[in-house]
């Protein structure tokens, strides 16, 4: 699969589909997953080979959902650029919403760049109806999604993959991808701010996959942005339950939600807890200070002296903790001088 | 146990007809495709199963009607347009519209959404057809270009999916051989039509049925309604005699309960079984006739065939001959009459032929001989009644 970067798709998409796909590459955030942007791989022409470039009408569009990576090619032609586009929806072939469902596909505007991203959206909120209505093959996932659904906090944010009933054993699996509504805007901002990480929104996703139509076999996973990761201590900082056998959504996804917003306090009181230490020192070895960690607040080296004895004194603690290890260093008063 | 299976026929002219325009447009193609479709009815009988049914569906498309460009016949939700419909088949009949085609570069053999929601809308707009979408894809198997490829599939809906039927392409005519061709020829040509028309009134009737058939299938009508007459009659004839039977029989029982009642009130007069029954009014008769011939009232013989006088009748029946039998009295009369005439003409005869008799006689009879009989043969000389 030979995936290009935006640059390199817009420039041998037809010129006067640019506009379209451009919206789509560039901000084309759908979905739970924001994190990831909309790929486009697989650019193609409908025009004969002797037609001059650029002139590719159709591609492969690459939307994250509930985990999984669905494939739509989606079909302009170069030629007829007012045309709404056409799609083919991978290995979903039974998926077919209903045109009255798609206002941006009947009242399609070639001349609005954002055509396409909002049609995209409406297409994939058809699609997650599509996959609720595959759950009522199992009445037990049936019944974790209404009772999800019923709940607001997580009723709203949730994207459901049902898989393919295994026609040999009669397995069906189901995967639950739910934004937990756990609050990171008080996060202290040195946590957060990094360029070489994903700059986007913090989000903390909870996957829950179903093996079998009986839960038997539940495989919880929690993703969290990159910022979000590093600002809680990694990825091992975090580790939450296994299901409980026998157990249900609607009382594990609190339950997790609860651990990842005690995480997050943590961080948040750990930060003001040294902040609060380190302005302790200052306040009272205002003249000894060397040097401090102005931003984290993690280190602190103090200059002392006690009967002709100089010594340094180095206050560290990590970044998610107030645990602070102290350091003497010996030296002579000369040295100093 | 039953079969289906569905076939679309393509000939070699159409497949490449359709190429060569997809070839010279700059875009996705499509259009409608024109042809027949026939179903058929096999039913395959061998050793170990006898109610083994075929049942074939074979579609001929026999040509295309291109589109001057994508989307004319329908709108962005994919409604039909009937107008436009009627106008791209307007030289063709509508029912000989069997589906429509796409072809699309560089894509999938799959059924994208639009081409789905086409066809459904489709199908509710010719609902006395079953329709068939055809989708050519070609593409570059090469990145220099030098090699292409085509891709062909037929899809239809088979009532819950769509699902891809096999396309047969016939090159230069029928690839089977056969030696009577069960199908019409895909796309005959204008001449071949035209000397089939003028002759076609020959041979088959206003509804396509060969005329001997139909010559065949009113006399099988006449003949039957002739049977359902005869049947009717044998219907009426049967239901009379079972009213008769019914009637015979109601009568029998009657019968036999008078014959008991009877036989209860005459349990003394009932004679031995063997006892032979009189007829009192031949008796009276005989006795009124032949007065003198005691012989005649009997009802026995020896084996000789002689009459037993013991067992003659000897009683008077109390029958009245004037009231019961007259014509007895009126031949008595006559017989008196001619007897008394006779008497005078041949009594010298008479008395010849007597004594030669009893002559004769006397050579001829046993010892048993009762006198009685010698009288009775005299008797018989008086009398014209027949000699035993």
């Known amino acids: ?337 | 146990m039953e079969e289906y299976s569905t076939t679309v026929r393509l000939s070699g002219f159409v497949l490449g007809s359709l190429m060569f325009q997809h070839l010279n447009t700059d875009s996705d193609v499509e259009g409608l495709l024109v042809g027949e479709s026939v179903r058929e009815e096999k039913s395959k009988i061998t050793d170990s199963q006898t109610d083994h049914i075929q049942f074939l569906h074979t579609i001929n498309i026999q040509k295309h009607i291109t589109c001057r460009r994508i989307h004319s016949f329908y709108n962005n939700a994919c409604e039909i347009d009937e107008e436009k419909i009627r106008e791209i088949t307007s030289n063709f009949n509508e029912e000989n519209v069997i589906g429509w085609y796409r072809q699309r570069r560089n894509t999938t053999q799959q059924m994208t959404l639009k081409e789905q929601l086409v066809h459904q809308n489709l199908r509710r707009l010719l609902p006395h057809q079953e329709l068939i979408f055809i989708l050519l894809t070609p593409s570059d198997t090469t990145s220099s270009g030098s090699t292409h490829r085509l891709e062909y599939t037929a899809f239809i809906w088979n009532g819950s999916q769509y699902s891809s039927v096999l396309i047969s392409i016939g090159n230069l005519g029928m690839l089977d051989q056969q030696d009577y061709w069960r199908f019409s020829t895909t796309c005959p040509s204008l001449s071949r039509c035209q000397a089939v028309k003028k002759h076609k009134t020959k041979f088959f009737s206003t509804e396509d049925d060969l005329r001997e058939v139909e010559k065949v299938s009113n006399m099988n009508d006449a003949l039957l309604d002739e049977m359902k007459t005869a049947c009717e009659k044998v219907e009426k004839s049967e239901r009379l005699v079972e009213k008769l039977q019914a009637d015979i029989t109601e009568l029998k029982e009657a019968i036999s309960k008078q014959k008991k009642k009877q036989q209860q009130c005459n349990t003394t007069e009932t004679s031995t079984p063997n006892e032979p029954k009189e007829n009192v009014l031949l008796c009276a008769a005989l006795k009124a006739l032949f007065p003198n011939s005691p012989s005649l009232r009997t009802q026995t013989l020896t084996v000789q065939g002689f009459p037993v006088l013991e067992v003659c009748c000897s009683s008077e029946h109390g029958i009245d001959i004037p009231s019961r039998l007259p014509l007895v009295l009126e031949y008595e009369q006559g017989l008196r009459k001619r007897k008394t005439s006779r008497d005078c003409r041949s009594q010298e005869k008479s008395q010849v032929a007597g004594t030669s008799l009893r002559r004769k006689r006397k050579r001829n009879t046993t010892d048993t001989q009762d006198p009685v009989e010698e009288e009775e043969v005299d008797n018989l000389q008086d009398s014209n009644s027949p000699v035993f």
Request: proline share 7%; aromatic share 10%; hydrophobic share 40%.
């Open chain 1, 1 to 337: 699969m030979n995936s290009l970067s935006p640059e390199v798709a817009l420039s041998r998409i037809s010129p006067e589909l640019r506009p379209l796909l451009c919206s789509v590459v560039r901000n084309g955030r759908v979905g739970l997953d924001s994190t990831n942007c909309l790929r486009i791989t697989d650019l193609k022409t409908g025009c004969t080979s002797l037609t001059p470039g650029p002139c590719c009408d159709r591609f492969k569009l690459h939307i994250p959902y509930a985990g999984e990576t669905l494939k739509w090619d989606i079909i302009f032609n170069a030629r007829d650029p007012e045309l709404p586009p056409d799609f083919i929806f991978g290995e979903d072939a039974e998926f077919l919403p209903e045109p009255s469902e798609l206002p941006h596909l009947v009242a399609w505007d070639a001349g609005d760049p954002d055509c396409l991203l909002q049609l995209v959206k409406e297409l994939l909120q058809q699609y997650h109806q599509y996959q609720c209505q595959r759950l009522r093959d199992s009445s037990r996932l049936l019944f974790e999604y209404d009772s999800l659904l019923e709940d607001p906090n997580y009723g709203r944010s949730m994207e459901i993959y049902a898989g393919r009933k295994n026609s040999w054993t009669g397995e069906f699996s189901a995967r639950f991808l739910l934004k937990l509504p756990v609050d990171f805007s008080n996060i202290p901002i040195y946590l957060l701010k990094d360029t070489a990480l994903d700059p986007g929104e913090d989000v903390a996703l909870l996957s829950v996959s179903f093996e079998d139509a009986e839960a038997t076999q539940v495989f919880p996973k929690l993703f969290l942005s990159p910022s979000i990761e590093h600002a809680l201590g990694g990825p091992s900082a975090l580790h939450i339950p296994a299901f409980p056998s026998g157990g249900c959504l609607i009382d594990y996804v609190p339950q997790v939600c609860q651990l990842l917003t005690n995480k997050v306090q943590y961080v948040i009181q750990g930060y003001h807890k040294r902040r609060e230490y380190i302005a302790a020192f200052l306040s009272h070895f205002g003249m000894g200070v060397v040097e401090y960690d102005a931003v984290g607040f993690t280190k602190l080296t103090l200059l002392l002296m006690w009967k002709d004895f100089c010594f340094l004194v180095h206050v560290s603690s990590c970044a998610g903790c107030c645990f602070c290890a102290v350091m003497i260093t010996k030296t002579h008063r000369h040295a100093l001088n």
